[in-house]
């Protein structure tokens, strides 16, 4: 899968651990939302297809993007799944 305008991949680091970035996100959320829409999958690297197999992502945290977004943002509908 290749990032695009419609498609970008990030690190699960991105918004967990000392170094949670969640107005990077934030920002990457406003690009989609001028342009066409688009998806963000997060815990995916950058040069890898499918995150590992192992990796989970908890409830919480999508709770935490689905808080977090719209307090950076204005009018950026997010729908984390």
């Known amino acids: 899968m290749k990032e695009n305008s419609l498609?970008?991949?990030?690190?699960l680091s991105l918004i967990t651990g000392n170094k949670a970035n969640f107005k990077e996100l934030a920002k990457?959320?406003?690009c989609f939302a001028n342009a066409e829409g688009?998806?963000?999958l997060i815990g995916i690297e950058d040069e890898e297809e499918l995150p590992p197999n192992n990796q989970k992502i908890s409830e919480d945290l999508l709770d935490k993007i689905n808080k977090r977004i719209p307090a950076l943002t204005l009018n950026v509908g997010i729908a984390p799944h």
Do not use: A, E, M, N
Request: glycine share 10%; hydrophobic share 25%; charged share 35%.
């Open 28 to 30: 990457d959320c406003v």
């Open 7 to 11: 498609l970008d991949k990030k690190s």
């Open 38 to 40: 688009g998806s963000i």
